[in-house]
């Protein structure tokens, strides 16, 4: 047995509530997750237990602190993802993830990144043309690309953003909905709106749409243009298809950038019918100017049933899988 003693600032008491978390619940899951024995004298937690264990706990119990320190909230989900980044002999990853602002909002709210993976998805946007983010929902694909678009056009990079979905029921008939089609769809494009909406504020973003310098639309309306300097995102993209796919990329104009998410396992499409989007990362991984950036279950933010519930899914999709091989 041996001891891992790790000290809190005095001046961050505070940070020492968030790290040990309300009546102490999450040294109880270090404790569980590791089989340590935790406990706090002053400003310092010490951890007894096997040497490799009491050395974990200490680098997640700083990955806590440097999230705190950040003014982050520390969450279930989130001291899971240290623990298995410390386990991994990565727990300095987290820091790193803390220091980077990927934008921020019109209330002044910083956006960080909070998962390793998370941090290359908006790496690769900066450096590449066209970016593929592939990963089930909570990772934050459609999100941070909207953060990254509104940077964009605020440092005049771009001059347009332009999203855009494919308009494909999720088991609801958009035909008997009322209105035209720009109207049924708008469901369809409300997370859009949303993140749009929280970087501008609504006025910015009432007077941005007014003027055509925000275009949210359908994947259909993209036929037969040419998207030159604008951001463009291309959301749910699983559920285009291979013909719709080439025609979005094909688009691309001079002074552009292109980001394409999609959940790959969630596809709405007609049975039988291929999605673009795997065709898409299939075809195009490994081009210059080109990335794909494969997020996973570990990088959802959501609530931790989220990354549960994601979890079951993929281990019935492959029992499915290897029954049907059967």
């Given at each position: 047995m041996t001891q891992k003693t790790v000290a809190v600032d005095t001046g961050s008491l505070e940070n020492l509530q968030k790290v040990v978390g309300v009546f102490d619940e999450n040294l109880v899951m270090i404790?569980?997750?590791?089989?340590?024995?935790?406990?706090?004298?002053g400003t310092n937690i010490i951890l007894e237990g096997e040497e490799g264990s009491a050395a974990v706990g200490g680098q997640v119990l700083q990955s806590l602190l440097a999230i705190g320190e950040a003014g982050e909230q520390i969450d279930k989900s989130r001291l899971l993802y240290c623990i298995g980044l410390a386990r991994e002999g990565r727990a300095e990853d987290i820091r790193g993830i803390m220091k980077d602002v990927v934008a921020v909002t019109s209330r002044g709210k910083p956006v960080k990144c909070k998962t390793v993976g998370?941090?290359?998805y908006v790496s690769a946007i900066?450096?590449?043309t066209v970016t593929f983010g592939v990963g089930p929902a909570g990772t934050g694909k459609t999100y941070l690309a909207v953060c990254l678009a509104a940077v964009a056009y605020?440092?005049?990079?771009?001059?347009?953003?332009?999203?855009?979905?494919?308009?494909?029921?999720?088991g609801e008939k958009?035909?008997?909905?009322?209105?035209?089609?720009q109207t049924k769809v708008d469901p369809y494009l409300r997370p859009l709106y949303d993140a749009l909406q929280e970087m501008f504020?609504?006025?910015?973003?009432?007077?941005?749409?007014?003027?055509?310098?925000?275009?949210?639309?359908?994947?259909?309306?993209?036929?037969?243009?040419?998207?030159?300097?604008?951001?463009?995102?291309?959301?749910?993209?699983?559920?285009?298809?291979?013909?719709?796919?080439?025609?979005?990329?094909?688009?691309?104009g001079e002074g552009s950038k292109m980001v394409v998410t999609g959940d790959m396992t969630q596809t709405d499409l007609p049975e039988g019918k291929t999605s673009g989007l795997k065709q898409a990362v299939h075809l195009?991984?490994?081009?210059?100017?080109?990335a794909v950036c494969a997020l996973t279950e570990r990088d959802v933010v959501r609530h931790p049933l989220v990354t549960a519930i994601v979890k079951a899914y993929e281990k019935d999709a492959v029992r499915g899988s290897k029954g049907e091989k059967k």
């Open positions: 404790a569980r997750e590791l089989n340590v024995t935790p406990r706090v004298e998370q941090r290359e900066k450096k590449n605020k440092s005049k990079q771009v001059e347009k953003i332009i999203l855009t979905r494919p308009a494909v029921e999720a958009l035909g008997f909905l009322p209105g035209d089609l504020g609504m006025d910015v973003y009432t007077k941005l749409m007014e003027k055509g310098a925000i275009e949210v639309a359908p994947l259909a309306y993209m036929r037969g243009r040419t998207l030159s300097g604008a951001f463009v995102i291309l959301d749910e993209a699983q559920n285009a298809t291979r013909e719709q796919m080439k025609m979005f990329l094909t688009r691309l195009l991984k490994g081009l210059d100017d080109v």
